[in-house]
């Protein structure tokens, strides 16, 4: 899964690197960047299929209906199972987008232990993850984006930190995924082994583990020790 990311870049840079631009109000609105620290329901920005000149901005993670008065916060959708699945195909035409970042977290589980890494293109640059975008009516009555990361499974290179990994695209694939209908044999391209994009890790410090902190000490290499705590039985 992807459930923490980075976006440390400023509103020019990604203007830049996606030939877009933000709208102003939405700026002034939302102020998200730079985050350190990034989760579901935090905002995110993103490019849509309806308009790929502008950079919008949504909140991340889905409302999705669960039991009878209930509902859930579905942040991603798996690649596998996005034209399967209720929730995600009516958007699969027509709510796909690409979403702006500099890098994701993901822990090391290893019985109660939580080991975070950061992972990074090699020189730190802003790449972007495919998304699935659809308005909901907030408690307010107003209608707010909503967004979700696409997953796939991880590549040999970081499958040891965790097995899946949002999906990211190549400066080319960006605009296959803005592009027409959805293609089902996407599913095999973008999950195949041999589609690599070369990626670095470091670990970082467990600071990360709380949502509250966003700062630039986040993302900082911590090369302390990793100990592996051992039960007193053994």
């Not at 958007?91 to 290893?110: A, M, Q, T, V």
């Amino acid at each position: 899964m992807c459930g923490r990311a980075t976006l440390t870049k400023n509103e020019s840079d990604i203007e830049e690197r996606f030939g877009a631009t933000f709208y102003t109000e939405d700026i002034e609105r939302y102020n998200p960047i730079p985050s350190f620290n990034i989760v579901p329901t935090h905002p995110l920005p993103f490019i849509g299929q309806d308009d790929d000149k502008h950079i919008q901005m949504g909140l991340w993670g889905w409302n999705v209906p669960f039991g009878a008065e209930s509902t859930k916060l579905v942040i991603n959708a798996r690649l596998e199972e996005v034209d399967l699945k209720k929730t995600f195909i009516p958007s699969l035409d027509h709510g796909r987008c690409i979403i702006p970042l500099d890098g994701y977290y993901e822990w090391i589980r290893n019985d109660k232990q939580k080991i975070p890494y950061r992972i990074i293109l090699p020189d730190g640059e802003l790449f972007s993850v495919a998304g699935l975008v659809r308005e909901e009516v907030d408690r307010n009555g107003k209608f707010v984006k909503k967004l979700s990361i696409v997953t796939v499974k991880a590549t040999d290179d970081i499958a040891f930190i965790h097995d899946r990994m949002p999906l990211i695209l190549t400066k080319e694939e960006e605009k296959t995924w803005l592009d027409g209908s959805f293609e089902p044999d996407w599913k095999q391209y973008y999950s195949d082994p041999g589609r690599t994009i070369k990626k670095k890790y470091y670990k970082v410090s467990e600071r990360i583990n709380s949502v509250k902190n966003n700062d630039a000490d986040l993302i900082k290499q911590d090369d302390s020790p990793i100990y592996i705590q051992q039960s007193i039985f053994d």
